[in-house]
């Protein structure tokens, strides 16, 4: 509208219109409703058509009834937890926030204030000439126009000076500032309202002047769709040749399904093609299902000291000026608006609530998944230290070099056990002896060790596999890596700055979340330590004194057929446990690890065999049971298994627990949150 004006008549519309006055204003259709103060009053089942709204009886509805179901909702949709990134999360975040936004900006302000003055926002496409009519509507310029597009970089309300108090005060989107206008318009900031109060403005209404909805600045069309929804009334204005624009049908067909309160403006419309644009622009909007009763063309003209002749805009300020006045109309505009919004919620709650859902249920199979893997991971530790597995290379070959040498026939004949005699401070052994022995204790952890750590190792890997097939959970493990980098180099800082000695950090992908942490083999070694020395306090406070086997008749001990697999730590001569409870520690370890696995043993000639049963005798279990005595032994073993599980499991549980760790950084997760918002917006539509 920048250099030329427009002038103002009411367009013929296809059917049924409505009578025009002398001035080119349409009539309200249908009958009257009693306005009531105090008091909001939207219509269930509302019609898209204001004129539809205005033959809906009247419905009185309890506004403080009504404010307290508002702010019900609010604070469960507020509450909503949105912490995964599933697929729609972005939609829903929006969607919640224009929520929100609603509810403030619009719902709650007009419920508490039904009598504040109706606010007709202004909107429409780049240059359709909206400053410049606001400016002619209000007789002085209050809104900046030029030929730079967009102009207008900060919102302009105008209303009456009796009725600035209203947009004034934070009711009305109260987190945006607001400065008042002094004098003649000028550029403002962006995210900035603008008051300007005119004598020219009809008490009870104001005029809001918007951003560009086709801006290419996104902060104005953000300002713009914020303001349409804290708005009573719209009012679309377009160019002639703006109208096909798709920015244009996005915020009608916006309009459309909120139900608003709508009238239309074509501007710059050249006089020699009025009749095929207007024609087009009318039957796009009943295309589009566009209900919009009060329609307005407004020719291309000049303007007078960048104002419209009096006679152009007038038709269109008769409109405001008749919704202002006519209580009818101003009931049915708030009516119709509240409603609009309202009727959104029936579907707008309920999928934020399925959202949520599909958020506690995402939280609950990545939290399984961890579960599982790690269930499994203990499953597969304790078949290991069953089935024999373990009991292969350097475990045993230390056992055969123990077995084949003779020092354990040596040691089962010896009233002493292993080690030190008790008095006189002589040696029963060799030193070779004692040396194979202590690499058979070595070998026996070692694997124990080795097993715990991977199937630790196969866990997480499973589940990062798992987790990073999920986008989310996929999400979550980046984030958690970038924490755990940054970590890292402020350690590193640190350690530089202070005069630390530096850690060793080389190890590339340790600590992360495909693999168990840094810590745990250190951690599986002094669990491990601490279950042979339970195993061993046990053994010297309670057990029998050990006594020379059967079979045992020369200095070599024949062991063949004898089932063992790894799980156990031999014993080890520590100070203060008896050497007769160590050698015991050594036979339970044997006859755990044997049950009920392959065959092992050593024949009678010497050599090393792994089935071989003819000529052999077995030695685990029978051993044991010489040394304890059949029911203690079985008691021990299984109280030696048992024990070393729940180690384990504690260990495979708190690498289980970073994974958790994770999804509770991400947030929390109220798993009956969509039932609240189930429950808030049954209670709306019950007060309506």
């Known amino acids: 509208m920048e250099g030329k004006g427009v002038t103002a008549e009411q367009s013929p519309l296809p059917g049924d219109m409505g009578e025009q006055n002398s001035s080119g204003e349409a009539k309200a259709h249908g009958g009257e409703i009693e306005p009531v103060r105090g008091a909001v009053l939207p219509v269930d089942g509302n019609e898209r058509g204001m004129s539809a709204n205005w033959e809906r009886p009247r419905v009185r509805v309890d506004a403080r009834l009504l404010e307290a179901t508002l702010l019900n909702l609010r604070k469960r949709i507020a509450a909503v937890p949105l912490v995964f990134d599933i697929p729609g999360a972005d939609e829903v975040t929006a969607e919640r926030g224009q929520l929100l936004s609603q509810i403030d900006d619009y719902l709650l302000p007009r419920v508490r204030q039904s009598g504040a003055p109706l606010l007709v926002a202004l909107i429409g496409s780049t240059g359709a000439g909206k400053s410049t009519l606001v400016n002619s509507v209000v007789g002085s310029k209050v809104s900046q126009t030029g030929v730079r597009r967009p102009t207008t970089n900060s919102p302009v309300l105008a209303c009456h000076p009796d009725d600035m108090h209203w947009f004034a005060e934070n009711m009305f989107l109260p987190t945006l500032p607001r400065v008042r206008q002094e004098g003649l318009a000028r550029p403002g900031?962006?995210?900035?309202?603008?008051?300007?109060?005119?004598?020219?403005?009809?008490?009870?209404?104001?005029?809001?002047?918007?951003?560009?909805?086709?801006?290419?600045?996104?902060a104005h069309y953000d300002f713009a769709y914020q303001f349409l929804d804290a708005s009573d009334l719209w009012l679309f204005m377009t160019s002639a040749s703006r109208y096909a624009d798709a920015p244009v049908w996005e915020l009608l067909q916006h309009a459309r399904d909120r139900g608003a309160a709508l009238g239309v403006v074509l501007s710059r419309v050249p006089p020699g093609h009025r009749t095929e644009l207007v024609a087009h622009f009318n039957a796009m909007l009943d295309a589009n299902g566009i209900q919009a009763t009060d329609r307005f063309v407004i020719p291309e003209t000049g303007l007078v000291d960048g104002i419209l002749p009096d006679d152009i805009f007038q038709p269109i300020r008769d409109w405001l000026d008749d919704t202002a006045k006519r209580d009818d109309r101003r009931v049915a505009v708030l009516s119709q608006t509240m409603s609009g919004i309202l009727d959104t919620f029936k579907?707008?709650?309920?999928?934020?609530?399925a959202h949520v859902d599909a958020q506690v249920a995402l939280r609950t199979r990545l939290r399984r998944e961890a579960e599982i893997a790690y269930a499994g991971a203990l499953t597969e530790f304790d078949e290991g230290t069953r089935d024999g597995r373990l009991l292969v290379g350097e475990v045993l070959a230390r056992w055969h070099d123990y077995a084949v040498s003779g020092d354990l026939g040596t040691a089962l004949r010896s009233k002493r056990g292993i080690?030190?005699?008790?008095?006189?401070?002589?040696?029963?052994?060799?030193?070779?002896?004692?040396?194979r022995?202590?690499?058979?204790?070595?070998?026996?952890?070692?694997?124990?060790?080795?097993?715990?750590?991977?199937?630790?190792?196969?866990a997480a890997e499973r589940v990062s596999r798992v987790w990073r097939d999920n986008p989310a959970g996929a999400a979550?493990?980046?984030?958690?890596?970038?924490?755990?980098?940054?970590?890292?180099?402020?350690?590193?800082?640190?350690?530089?700055?202070?005069?630390?000695?530096?850690?060793?950090?080389?190890?590339?992908?340790?600590?992360?979340?495909?693999?168990?942490?840094?810590?745990?083999?250190?951690?599986?070694?002094?669990?491990?330590?601490?279950?042979?020395?339970?195993?061993?306090?046990?053994?010297?406070?309670?057990?029998?004194?050990?006594?020379?086997?059967?079979?045992?008749?020369?200095?070599?001990?024949?062991?063949?057929?004898?089932?063992?697999?790894?799980?156990?730590?031999?014993?080890?001569?520590?100070?203060?446990?008896?050497?007769?409870?160590?050698?015991?520690?050594v036979m339970a370890l044997v006859a755990m690890l044997g049950e009920p696995g392959g065959v092992i043993g050593v024949t009678q000639e010497g050599s090393a065999t792994a089935e071989g049963k003819d000529g052999n005798v077995t030695v685990s279990r029978e051993l044991l049971d010489s040394l304890l005595g059949a029911a203690e032994s079985a008691a021990l073993i299984t109280n030696a298994r048992q024990d070393l599980k729940q180690r384990v499991a504690l260990l495979l549980e708190g690498e289980?627990?970073?994974?958790?760790?994770?999804?509770?950084?991400?947030?929390?997760?109220?798993?009956?949150?969509?039932?609240?918002?189930?429950?808030?917006?049954?209670?709306?539509?019950?007060?309506?």
């Open 189 to 218: 900031r962006d995210g900035l309202l603008v008051l300007a109060a005119s004598e020219e403005m009809t008490r009870g209404i104001a005029l809001l002047d918007t951003p560009d909805i086709d801006s290419v600045v996104r």
């Open 347 to 353: 579907t707008r709650v309920p999928m934020l609530a």
């Open 419 to 435: 080690g030190a005699v008790r008095r006189g401070g002589k040696r029963a052994r060799s030193e070779g002896g004692a040396t």
């Open 437 to 458: 022995y202590a690499a058979l204790d070595t070998a026996l952890r070692a694997a124990l060790q080795s097993l715990a750590v991977s199937v630790a190792d196969r």
């Open 476 to 585: 979550l493990l980046a984030v958690a890596e970038e924490s755990r980098v940054r970590d890292e180099r402020a350690k590193r800082e640190f350690e530089s700055a202070f005069g630390t000695e530096p850690v060793d950090r080389s190890t590339g992908k340790e600590g992360a979340f495909d693999r168990s942490s840094r810590d745990l083999t250190a951690r599986v070694s002094r669990a491990v330590s601490a279950w042979q020395d339970q195993l061993l306090r046990l053994l010297s406070s309670g057990g029998p004194t050990p006594r020379t086997p059967r079979g045992m008749s020369d200095g070599r001990a024949k062991i063949s057929d004898t089932p063992m697999s790894s799980g156990g730590a031999t014993s080890r001569d520590r100070d203060g446990v008896g050497r007769d409870a160590a050698l015991a520690s």
């Open 656 to 688: 289980m627990l970073r994974f958790g760790e994770v999804i509770d950084e991400a947030g929390p997760v109220d798993a009956i949150a969509a039932v609240r918002l189930y429950q808030a917006e049954y209670s709306l539509e019950a007060a309506r």
